[in-house]
């Protein structure tokens, strides 16, 4: 039976442009396709429209399920549906898989249309900006003029962030949770230790291994186990698995042993099924790339002078991948642009993946503060 809250049974829209997408790069996409799904009703006013950008591993598939018999549903199920934080019955919520993605959207999997065969190799680098343009050209499709708020946590708290900078008269509240302003060079590195685990596999082919019929599993499989240990605190790491043994014993090999080990191996594997390799190196470096100072002289205050929105900042003490630091950075930035901003710390032992959990003080601080919203947006 399906939770009362649950936005329930849902599914996925595609939307075709035909008309020709140029990337930052310089790159031009003759074509392309963006999946997504919504949730809730669009009002009169069409003012209540809520876009949620989502992280590296994310996609259109917010809440929800697609049958009753689904194990999972959609990856933020436990903030957006009604009477939920983000609430679809006062909102109307629109999920969107990032161009370059692997779930329907045009990415490295997809078909290149002038040559019959998987982009792969020859799909181009694409950039935060690149996204929250083709977001917009989706906007316009759905007749959305301004969101009463973009949302994201990690990468896509960037995507909300940019969208303040792009489109600074189109957003009302950017939400950018657990976040930064651009990567340190210790995230950058983390990303191209695992590119490189990626790029390494034998089956990887350059990029063009659909057409070998392989998948460079192994190099994503060890790309994911090691991002996966950089969202999780040492805190909550260790006291979920602590030093446990699967069998009591030291078995004086190189099998998986701990349990912290059987863990890793198993989401390394789950994630390998079902993501792709090329879609994995893009949006890693998407990341890297990600800057919006950089056009404005270096500074953050100059590009956020334009918007009009008023912010709400979230940070989890536990998380080192993006800590609390790199927040404030943010938040420094919005005051010194004389911009309205909410700033909070949440406590949590679930590091960086905190931003997915339920914890109530953040629960309540995003519940608190989208009522708001709603109640402005008169919905």
């Not at 045009?106 to 680098?125: A, I, L, Q, Y």
């Not at 979230?314 to 700033?343: I, Q």
């Not at 590091?351 to 109640?375: N, S």
Request: include cysteine; proline fraction near 5%; glycine fraction near 10%.
């Amino acid at each position: 039976m399906l939770d009362p809250q649950s936005v329930g049974l849902v599914s996925a829209q595609c939307a075709e442009f035909d008309e020709p997408f140029t990337l930052q790069s310089g790159a031009v996409l003759p074509r392309y396709r963006l999946m997504y799904e919504t949730y809730g009703q669009l009002n009169a006013a069409r003012s209540n429209a809520i876009l949620i950008c989502h992280a590296l591993s994310g996609n259109h598939h917010v809440a929800g399920r697609y049958t009753p018999d689904d194990k999972y549903p959609g990856w933020w199920d436990s903030m957006v549906g009604p009477g939920k934080p983000i609430d679809t019955n006062r909102f109307f919520v629109v999920g969107v898989n990032n161009l370059g993605g692997c779930h329907g959207s045009t990415g490295p999997s997809s078909v290149n249309p002038d040559s019959g065969k998987p982009w792969g190799s020859r799909f181009p680098v694409v950039v935060v900006n690149d996204w929250v343009q083709t977001q917009a050209r989706l906007a316009d499709r759905l007749g959305i003029e301004r969101w009463a708020a973009v949302i994201g946590g990690s990468l896509g708290g960037m995507q909300a962030l940019r969208w303040t900078v792009t489109y600074p008269q189109r957003i009302r509240h950017c939400l950018t949770i657990a976040s930064a302003p651009k990567l340190t060079a210790q995230n950058i590195a983390f990303n191209d230790v695992a590119r490189n685990a990626i790029l390494a596999d034998p089956d990887f082919h350059g990029g063009d291994y659909y057409q070998h019929g392989v998948l460079p599993r192994r190099g994503l499989k060890l790309a994911r186990m090691l991002g996966h240990i950089t969202y999780l605190s040492d805190a909550g790491m260790g006291g979920k698995f602590g030093r446990q043994h699967k069998s009591g014993e030291y078995q004086f090999g190189y099998d998986t042993e701990f349990e912290i080990e059987s863990y890793l191996r198993y989401q390394g594997d789950r994630f390998a099924d079902v993501f792709d390799a090329n879609t994995y190196l893009l949006m890693t470096k998407a990341l890297d790339y990600f800057d919006p100072a950089r056009h404005f002289g270096g500074s953050l205050p100059a590009a956020l002078a334009a918007t009009d929105a008023r912010f709400l900042v979230v940070a989890f003490d536990s998380d080192w991948r993006f800590s609390p630091d790199r927040s404030k950075e943010t938040v420094k930035a919005l005051l010194d642009a004389k911009k309205s901003v909410s700033y909070a710390e949440i406590s949590s032992v679930h590091g960086h993946d905190a931003f997915l959990m339920t914890d109530e003080p953040y629960m309540r601080l995003m519940d608190a503060y989208l009522k708001r919203v709603a109640d402005e947006v008169g919905t």
